[in-house]
């Protein structure tokens, strides 16, 4: 075995040659040594003293590459080449009047709805050049508080709220609208925040055309409201009602229970499964405001052998709801429900907070806009 040391530009190559006389074979082995491994560098301060570029023209770069000298530019991206160096995303937005962040509020990252709508609007802002950050308030005030003041410290231009209802921190959220931009999505604070925008489904229309279909194919419904209150919950049982009333019939509200601390599903199977253990309800039509609700009833008439042998409900006993959440359509029997325009609510949102952001929109009065929904036709009703 024999070395052969070779310099090239101050970087050492090893190669090592071996030879088989008998098979006549040569081996090269190049060797890199650690020398040829990119420096890392951590700060723009540095970068800045390797490259001999100064920091702001560095930080501009960053900011927008075409902000600087071609010449200059192709120099940075040179040198780039040749170290392991990731900008700073907040360093390089400290001296400018726009972020480029779009933040987010929802009160749960584990519903399947959120989680739709929280896609929709990334897509939407990355197409204006926006990147979106994201708060999970967990149904908490105190957390949606905090997730209002993150969103301030970290300089989003503007706020899509989903506010979690009656027990949100009306003081914090305040604050939030007058340091930033803000557009309410899905539900809202109306008594409270009458010229902040609205962006979210039609729930007049939603339920309406539910309620009617299970009126003319069956028994009128009884309604299951969400165990805590925001806009949509109020919205829907009144809808409901109003409705009810215009066909004639008698509307009847499942009277709610303790169970604000429990997710949708497990709430409405404890408190069905307590209705039907006692022989109630059994074989009534039953409206839940959500999706969620509907899968928890449907696990609960389940365990009591409501629905039909072939996964197909009898007439006397049904279960609809309302979103079109994403598993509706494989539980067992599927559910017929209505599906919110997720796509339409979430691309309307994105374009009024940037339209504020912009300040293209120079008309006081809040928008409120409201999307149909759709009906979808399953086995459960």
Same mark, same amino acid.
């Given at each position: 075995?024999?070395?052969?040391?070779?310099?090239?530009?101050?970087?050492?190559?090893? =190669?090592?040659?071996?030879?088989?006389?008998?098979?006549?074979?040569?081996?090269?082995?190049?060797?890199?040594?650690p020398?040829?491994?990119?420096?890392?560098?951590?700060?723009?301060?540095?970068?800045?003293?390797?490259?001999?570029?100064?920091?702001?023209?560095?930080?501009?770069?960053?900011?927008?590459?075409?902000?600087?000298?071609?010449?200059?530019?192709?120099?940075?991206?040179?040198?780039?080449?040749?170290v392991?160096?990731?900008?700073?995303?907040?360093?390089?937005?400290?001296?400018? %009047?726009?972020?480029? $962040?779009?933040?987010? =509020?929802?009160?749960?990252?584990?519903?399947?709805?959120?989680?739709?709508?929280?896609?929709?609007?990334e897509?939407?802002?990355? #197409?204006?050049?926006?990147?979106?950050?994201?708060?999970?308030?967990?149904?908490?005030?105190?957390?949606?508080?905090?997730?209002?003041?993150?969103?301030?410290?970290?300089?989003?231009?503007?706020? =899509?709220?989903?506010?979690?209802?009656?027990?949100?921190?009306?003081?914090?959220?305040?604050?939030? %609208?007058?340091?930033?931009?803000?557009?309410?999505?899905?539900?809202?604070?109306?008594?409270?925040?009458?010229?902040?925008?609205?962006i979210?489904?039609?729930?007049?229309?939603?339920?309406?055309?539910?309620?009617?279909?299970?009126?003319?194919?069956?028994?009128?419904?009884?309604f299951?409201?969400?165990?805590?209150?925001?806009s949509?919950?109020?919205?829907?049982?009144?809808?409901?009602?109003?409705?009810?009333?215009?066909?004639?019939h008698?509307?009847?509200?499942?009277?709610?229970?303790?169970?604000?601390t429990?997710?949708?599903?497990?709430? #409405?199977?404890?408190?069905?499964?307590?209705?039907?253990?006692?022989?109630?309800?059994?074989?009534?039509?039953?409206?839940?405001?959500?999706?969620?609700?509907?899968?928890?009833?449907?696990r609960a008439?389940?365990?009591?052998?409501?629905?039909?042998?072939?996964? %197909? #409900?009898?007439?006397?006993?049904?279960?609809?709801?309302?979103?079109?959440?994403?598993?509706?359509?494989?539980?067992?029997?599927?559910?017929?429900?209505?599906?919110?325009?997720?796509?339409? =609510?979430?691309?309307?949102?994105?374009?009024?907070? $940037?339209?504020h952001?912009?300040?293209?929109?120079?008309?006081?009065?809040?928008?409120?806009?409201?999307?149909?929904?759709?009906?979808?036709?399953?086995?459960?009703?």
């Amino acid at each position: 075995m024999s070395k052969l040391q070779l310099d090239f530009s101050a970087r050492k190559f090893t =190669i090592r040659t071996s030879r088989e006389e008998n098979s006549r074979k040569t081996h090269l082995e190049l060797v890199l040594s650690p020398q040829m491994q990119k420096p890392k560098i951590r700060t723009m301060e540095k970068l800045s003293s390797e490259i001999g570029v100064s920091r702001p023209t560095l930080s501009r770069f960053f900011q927008d590459p075409t902000s600087v000298r071609t010449s200059t530019r192709a120099r940075i991206e040179n040198a780039l080449q040749t170290v392991d160096y990731v900008p700073n995303f907040f360093a390089t937005k400290m001296n400018r %009047k726009s972020s480029g $962040l779009i933040g987010v =509020i929802v009160p749960h990252l584990n519903d399947l709805f959120f989680s739709g709508l929280i896609e929709a609007i990334e897509t939407s802002a990355l #197409a204006a050049d926006y990147m979106v950050i994201t708060q999970n308030s967990h149904n908490d005030p105190a957390l949606e508080a905090q997730a209002a003041r993150n969103m301030i410290a970290m300089g989003a231009d503007g706020v =899509i709220m989903a506010p979690i209802g009656d027990a949100s921190s009306i003081d914090a959220l305040s604050r939030l %609208k007058q340091e930033r931009p803000m557009v309410f999505v899905d539900s809202r604070l109306q008594d409270h925040f009458q010229d902040v925008d609205f962006i979210g489904t039609d729930n007049q229309q939603s339920i309406g055309l539910i309620v009617d279909y299970l009126c003319r194919s069956g028994e009128p419904p009884a309604f299951l409201a969400m165990p805590n209150l925001n806009s949509n919950n109020l919205e829907r049982e009144q809808a409901y009602t109003s409705r009810m009333h215009e066909l004639g019939h008698e509307p009847m509200v499942i009277p709610r229970s303790n169970g604000e601390t429990l997710g949708f599903e497990e709430y #409405a199977y404890r408190l069905m499964d307590a209705h039907f253990s006692h022989g109630n309800l059994v074989d009534q039509t039953i409206l839940c405001a959500n999706d969620r609700l509907a899968i928890g009833v449907i696990r609960a008439a389940n365990r009591h052998s409501l629905f039909g042998t072939a996964g %197909k #409900a009898p007439s006397s006993f049904r279960v609809a709801g309302h979103d079109d959440y994403p598993l509706s359509a494989f539980v067992f029997p599927s559910l017929t429900t209505v599906t919110q325009n997720t796509q339409a =609510i979430a691309e309307a949102a994105t374009g009024q907070l $940037l339209r504020h952001i912009r300040r293209e929109d120079r008309i006081e009065d809040a928008v409120t806009l409201t999307f149909d929904a759709e009906l979808r036709l399953r086995d459960s009703a």
